[in-house]
């Protein structure tokens, strides 16, 4: 079980989360992880699953730079992807990942779910309940669309 510092269990939504965020850095190749890409990716998974029906297929692509499309998408962006809020737990993240990251898994350009460092879980936490507020002000709002 995972536990913050002070000892609680992680929320069944900051679970969700991380599970999401290690799959989605072992699918993806190393060059792809510009951007904070694997993490953005993951916060789609982790809206599918947490709030079903709140955003549609989002088409996730990196090119150069990630790219999104589909219903919710602009949303997302500039609601969440890009907001600093976001971007300051999301940062921490992404880099306890990339430093753990060992010559072999370099050479392969790729990393497996069980070499992924000890992610932060206040940070989980912390990201979890962000995104999942934001959602939820959005659908209230009506302005996912």
Known sequence: MISTTDGKPLSPEAHLLLDRIKDEFSKTTIRRWGHFFPILVATIRFIFQARPKAIGDIDARYDSSPAFSGRGAEW??????YSNEYLNLVEPIWYQIVKGITAPTKAREYI???????IDPIKIEQLASLILDKVDQGIENGTIV
């Open 112 to 118: 497996l779910i069980d070499e992924i460092p000890k």
């Open 76 to 81: 997302l962006v500039d609601t969440l992807l």
